[in-house]
């Protein structure tokens, strides 16, 4: 690389860094100071977020074929572990849960 080769690139390379320094000294991310008043929270509860039902003796009691049956359609979550008994399965479905809208996670 020749002399002048290498001074242009040095003085392009200056410029470059330059217009960095100066585009990035603009940047902000908003004012870092809290909103005058109590402090309180912003957040959603997950019952806001995303509300799901229980599955337990409560929210889907069972029948004689099963645990638990969830009789209507919705967003379900378990609470702890389930076993089945000898003479009865862990969770069912009725009818009118069966949908293609159903959002039943296992």
Known sequence: MNRTALICTSIASLALLAAGAMISSRVT???LDPPAGAVSSTYKT??????RIAI??????GDGANK???S?????????????GNDAGPIGSA??????WANIQY
Not at 56 to 61: E, I
């Open 72 to 84: 209507l359609p919705g967003s379900y979550y378990l609470t702890a572990d389930i076993v089945g």
């Open 68 to 70: 638990y049956v969830i």
């Open 95 to 100: 009818p009118a849960a069966t949908s293609p």
């Open 56 to 61: 337990n003796a409560t929210n889907t009691p």
């Open 29 to 31: 991310a908003g004012p």
């Open 46 to 51: 997950l019952a806001e977020v995303e509300p």
